[in-house]
């Protein structure tokens, strides 16, 4: 694999991983017991941690990234496992 495309199935791991460790740990101004601000949204966190949110992601797509590779380099689930209908003819020779 390309150093190229190494990084940017990493970069896709890690967008993917920050969309999903975004609303953990957060506390709405209600929860938390605080005031709101005039024009806050009642949903808005009172308690964003931008650099906890980049860790988790960063420690989450790490792993998943090294999953994916381990698999690329080991070949444990190829297009053949997972694939419901045969593959075409054309790329069944080629293999």
Known sequence: MK???????????????AF????F????PDEAGEELVQGQANSAPVNFRPAKVA?????LSAVAFALFY????ED?????DIAPFQLPASLAESQ
């Not at 150093?3 to 991983?17: D, M, N, T």
């Not at 740990?25 to 709405?28: A, D, I, Y």
Request: aromatic residues 14%; positive net charge.
């Open 55 to 59: 860790l988790r992601a960063t420690l």
């Open 3 to 17: 150093p190229a495309s190494i990084v940017a199935i990493y970069l896709l791991f890690w967008v993917i991983s």
């Open 76 to 80: 444990w689930v190829s297009i053949e």
């Open 70 to 73: 381990a698999n690329y380099v």
């Open 25 to 28: 740990g957060l506390r709405t």
């Open 20 to 23: 999903l460790v975004l609303p």
